[in-house]
């Protein structure tokens, strides 16, 4: 079975610009979270999907935005960027919600200049 | 609430000595806990993941973790370490009912020839 996937793997933007990030889960599996990754402030939880909806969001601006289609499959994106934006964003999926092993896709790597 | 202390940011070991990398929980209800390790550039791969059905949870690469309920401890360990285990690893906790998953700050390990 395919493991998670994320496209793009890099990815170089300007201040300013915005950003489209995507997320294919493993097969069957329902629930796809995202966190970003910064040598700063470590995994931080963005938000987490299921079903099409919205379940769980963290402590993120208004700017970070995602949904997930009938396939499951997410995207995430991310308006107006800032130098700060700068990190590793891991997507995960599980099969359903609740304590489940999180599968964790390779990243994007997203540097802004 | 639940939280997650990794207590040591950073670990260094001779190859072939044993490992240890100390994990403390805190949760109110039933918690799972993992552990993942991160190489450089990598997503998060799972090394074992406890839901109490065992106190003592054999992992991937010869890693192992002890639930300890009266310390509130689920430390990782492996006999001898390998050069390829240097990496990142994250002690992660979710509680029941909670669909949240709590992550450590992270314990980078170096393994020196």
């Known amino acids: 079975k395919a493991g998670v996937t994320q496209t793009p793997r890099y990815l170089i933007k300007t201040r300013g610009q915005q950003v489209t990030l995507s997320c294919s889960p493993i097969s069957g599996h329902r629930s796809v979270s995202w966190y970003q990754q910064t040598p700063g402030q470590g995994l931080q939880f963005l938000f987490e999907?299921?079903?099409?909806?919205?379940?769980n969001k963290g402590n993120f601006p208004g700017r970070f935005s995602g949904r997930q289609f009938s396939n499951s499959r997410s995207e995430m994106n991310v308006s107006t960027l800032e130098l700060g934006d700068s990190a590793l964003y891991l997507c995960a999926s599980t099969f359903g919600r609740g304590q489940e092993t999180q599968y964790f896709g390779p990243g994007t790597r997203l540097l802004v200049l | 609430a639940q939280s997650v202390t990794q207590l040591d940011s950073h670990v260094s070991v001779s190859e072939g000595t044993p490992v240890l990398l100390r994990c403390n929980y805190s949760?109110?209800?039933?918690?799972?806990l993992f552990w993942y390790v991160q190489h450089p550039n990598k997503g998060l791969q799972l090394l074992l993941k406890?839901?109490?059905?065992?106190?003592l949870v054999k992992g991937i690469n010869g890693f192992e973790a002890e639930f300890k309920k009266s310390e509130t401890s689920f430390h990782l360990t492996k006999p001898s370490a390998h050069m390829s285990d240097a990496a990142e690893y994250f002690c992660v906790v979710s509680e029941s009912g909670t669909y949240k998953y709590i992550f450590g700050t992270g314990t980078r390990l170096k393994v020196l020839a």
């Open positions: 406890y839901t109490s059905a065992a106190t």
């Open positions: 999907y299921f079903s099409e909806t919205q379940r």
């Open positions: 949760s109110s209800y039933s918690p799972s």
